[in-house]
């Protein structure tokens, strides 16, 4: 069954490149990981809601998604675009991912099927409790996937756009933040021009 999922999954992240260009599409990006009506997701570092909307369109009413945010503006600006397009399967959870154990208040153990960390790790002075927190709430055979910055566009360092060159992770940087968490690199896939993306599954 595993198989089979992620032969599906890499045969249309692969096609993401030629679909549109420039910045992530969350919508076309959430399709092509193909999640499930009823599961039960988490959006770590949600921002606006960028990713969370999408995922909560994925799952449908009996799913769920987590919308985790350290900062109160983002927390209030996704409570108001879910009750905009009358979503009702998105919980909002202010807290701050650089604290050890900062969600076990508020999601189980092996509760979410699903794990992103968009945008998210470049920011953060401990990466390594982001990537321990998404671990401990994944359920085992799930998925995590990172989405970050590219560092190189086209060959040349991308300047006065987007965070500094020098603050960007690449593939190999999130290798090793990975590294002994009881991951496995499912598959790379292109997240518009500027953003490259990694899928793991929980051992």
């Known amino acids: 069954m ?32 193909e999640i499930n009506r009823g599961e039960t997701v988490a959006d770590l570092g ?9 995922l909560a369109k994925a799952v449908k009413e009996e799913g769920k998604v987590y919308a985790v945010d350290v900062r109160e503006a983002s927390i209030e600006s996704v409570s108001s675009r879910a009750f905009l397009e009358r979503l ?9 991912l650089e604290k050890r ?3 076990k208040k ?10 992103l960390l968009a945008s998210t790790l470049y920011t953060s002075k401990h990466k390594n ?6 671990v401990r709430i994944l359920a085992k055979g799930g998925r995590l996937v990172v989405v970050e910055w590219v560092k190189r566009y086209q ?22 933040l990975v590294k002994g968490k009881g991951l496995s690199l499912v598959e790379t896939f292109p997240a518009g021009s500027y953003h490259f993306g990694m899928v793991f599954s929980k051992k």
């Not at 921002?47 to 999408?54: C, E, I, K, R």
């Not at 409790?129 to 998404?134: A, M, V």
């Open 88 to 96: 009702d399967n998105i919980k909002t959870v202010k807290a701050d």
């Open 106 to 115: 508020f999601i189980k153990n092996g509760e979410c099927s699903f794990v």
């Open 155 to 176: 060959g040349m360092v991308i300047k006065n756009f987007g965070p500094a060159n020098e603050e960007r992770l690449d593939q190999n940087d999130i290798l090793k």
């Open 2 to 33: 595993t198989e089979e999922k992620t032969l599906a999954l890499s045969q249309i992240t692969r096609s993401l490149g030629t679909i549109f260009n420039g910045f992530v599409n969350p919508e076309l990006i959430v399709s092509a990981w």
């Open 101 to 103: 154990g900062a969600l």
């Open 129 to 134: 409790r982001l990537i321990d927190e998404g």
């Open 46 to 54: 949600c921002g606006g809601g960028y990713f969370s909307l999408a």
